[in-house]
């Protein structure tokens, strides 16, 4: 099987200028292992075509949140030699989805909650007295434990009497 040819490889520059990303972004993929470049017998690196939709695939993911450790996961289901195929992008796409259907929902009870309490057990507002007396959020854990998922009505019948009192 022959190597690529000269025209399937790209500089770094060309590959920064199509992708949109840094060289020194380009580097930084190259040494968590998310991409491969060669070099050329000048020292100079080379990328295949096809890193262009790796890169793509990596930028998607980033913004739905995924860790540089899931992306690495991610694709190492996929080809390194060739970009993916529909089917293999449907496959990991899959599991990405259900990670934005929870980020979603995340985000929604956020905007719906945001102008209430969010169990964080600050106590420096006079109103978190009311909504979380004695902090008995802290009880389920550190953050913001009434947007992570919590139910005040569960976390302790306090509560519930503190929201009747309001």
Not at 42 to 51: A, I, K, S
Not at 93 to 108: F, G, K
Request: charged share 30%; proline share 5%; aromatic share 4%.
């Amino acid at each position: 099987m022959a190597g690529p040819s000269a025209s399937d490889e790209l500089s770094i520059g060309e590959v920064a200028r199509r992708s949109g990303l840094a060289p020194s972004a380009l580097r930084f993929y190259e040494d968590v292992g998310l991409v491969a470049s060669e070099r050329t017998a000048g020292g100079h690196r080379v990328y295949p075509r096809h890193v262009l939709r790796r890169l793509g695939v990596i930028r998607i993911a980033q913004r739905l949140g995924l860790s540089l450790d899931e992306i690495r996961d991610a694709l190492e289901v996929l080809p390194p030699e060739r970009a993916p195929t529909k089917a293999e992008w449907s496959k990991m796409s899959r599991a990405w989805r259900r990670r934005l259907d929870e980020r979603i929902s995340t985000l929604e009870a956020l905007r719906d909650q945001l102008g209430s309490c969010i169990g964080c057990g600050c106590l420096s507002l006079r109103r978190c007295r009311l909504y979380n007396p004695d902090d008995v959020a802290a009880a389920r854990g550190e953050g913001a434990r009434y947007l992570l998922g919590d139910d005040p009505e569960e976390v302790s019948p306090r509560l519930n009497a503190a929201a009747d009192r309001r």
